[in-house]
């Protein structure tokens, strides 16, 4: 009897969940995985590969792993910072040499824990914030930013049919955010999309940001794969360098070949050294109630790359070598036909493909072919020995 008692007393928890559907991005990883066809081409995930089809670890990288298994004495607890030098090297790639102490940066698991730990500092700075993003963008930013409880404003970015950035549109749609609100901007090979705003898009940018008083936080995942480590890293300049405040997450997953080490880092630019300091505090308290200390393996190679000039030249070689295949990639499909000639002007691993849901879904069961179900596909995914099949497979697909 006491038994039946306790159990009807006994709180609810794990019946209250609602199953969720599985990640559909990352879902394609198993279906790529399970699928037995020899011909299968996978233009799911962003991962970077060569002209054979294989991810191998950057020759660089490889060196720095060495040289690290070789010197490094313990694996004792770094700090909540993580690895510091890391973060002033990654400092110095995002922003140029010559930030000053207004500039804080803390280690983090990849441009996702960076992007995540940035919001969490915003919300916890101002609840009512509300962080403006550009439709399509990567699928996890929406989620991440409403799990920590910011609220969203989705705006247009890009017309997926006629392949154009809206940016009066976005225009029109800043023009209505208030006084500390966030701009989620994506510095360089736009995902979904590869559509990079152009020079004259982020001047503009920088002018509305600085006249009504927005916070930009820029998504720096790719630098290096667009048209090179400066160029890549221009747009981000302008604009944080027009704002007295700003965030940038970083990522190495891409442009050191590290994906699975989860490499990056958050800086956030603050209007005196002072606040700085106070942010930086706060950051570390934010970050102590998530993942304590981030992973060091990754960041430490990176890091170790960075620092020997023989690595870093050869990095340097490596990212240009992976930039210059992409850009070859693309120049090859826009050359095709003429409706993926747009291809050629975007950026980065991803383009998008006006294609319809069961478009994806036939040119996955009949060709083998994966890409996310929004049309979007990773370039860099594509082999010298598939890109032509591929081509032909989407053109027969796209609407008349
Ligand atoms: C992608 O967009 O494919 C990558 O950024 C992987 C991810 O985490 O979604």
């Not at 002209?51 to 060495?66: D, H, M, Q, W, Y």
């Not at 690290?68 to 694996?75: R, V």
């Not at 962080?131 to 799990?147: A, D, E, K, R, S």
């Not at 930009?216 to 048209?227: K, R, S, T």
Request: aromatic share 6%; proline share 6%; with cysteine.
């Amino acid at each position: 009897m006491m038994g039946d008692i306790e159990q009807l007393a006994r709180p609810r928890l794990l019946e209250a969940l609602e199953p969720q559907p599985s990640d559909a991005l990352l879902a394609i990883i198993g279906m790529v995985r399970r699928d037995p066809r020899p011909h299968k081409i996978d233009l799911g995930v962003g991962v970077y590969r060569d002209a054979a089809g294989n991810t191998p670890i950057l020759r660089s990288v490889k060196k720095a792993e060495r040289l690290l298994n070789e010197t490094q004495e313990t694996k004792s607890y770094l700090g909540g910072e993580g690895d510091v030098r890391f973060v002033e090297l990654m400092r110095e790639l995002a922003f140029g040499p010559g930030t000053d102490d207004r500039f804080i940066g803390l280690q983090t698991p990849g441009g996702c824990g960076a992007l995540r730990l940035g919001v969490d500092l915003i919300r916890l700075a101002n609840p009512a914030a509300r962080v403006f993003i550009g439709q399509p963008t990567w699928p996890n930013h929406i989620p991440l930013v409403t799990v920590a409880g910011l609220e969203v404003v989705e705006h247009p970015f890009y017309d997926r049919d006629t392949q154009r950035i809206l940016f009066d549109e976005m225009m029109t749609a800043l023009e209505g955010a208030q006084a500390g609100d966030i701009v989620l901007v994506h510095g360089c090979c736009h995902n979904p999309t590869g559509a990079d705003l152009s020079p004259e898009h982020w001047d503009a940018l920088a002018e509305i940001v600085t006249r009504r008083g927005l916070i930009p936080f820029v998504d720096l995942a790719y630098q290096g794969l667009g048209h090179g480590l400066e160029q890549d890293a221009a747009g981000a300049r302008l604009v944080i360098a027009a704002s007295d405040q700003a965030l940038l997450a970083h990522s190495n997953d891409k442009n050191f070949g590290v994906y699975r080490d989860r490499v990056g880092s958050l800086h956030v630019k603050a209007p005196t050294a002072q606040i700085a300091a106070t942010a930086y505090s706060n950051l570390l308290v934010l970050a102590r109630t998530m993942w304590s200390m981030p992973p060091d393996h990754g960041a430490a190679v990176a890091r170790l790359v960075l620092d020997t000039p023989e690595l870093a030249a050869d990095w340097r070689a490596e990212l240009n070598e992976m930039c210059t295949r992409i850009r070859g990639l693309r120049a090859r499909l826009a050359d095709f036909d003429p409706r993926l000639a747009y291809i050629d002007e975007q950026n980065g691993m991803f383009s998008m493909l006006p294609l319809s849901p069961d478009a994806v879904a036939e040119l996955r069961e009949s060709e083998a072919i994966y890409m996310a179900g929004s049309g979007r596909f990773n370039v860099a995914g594509l082999s010298d020995h598939n890109v032509d099949r591929f081509a032909s497979a989407v053109v027969e697909r796209l609407p008349a």
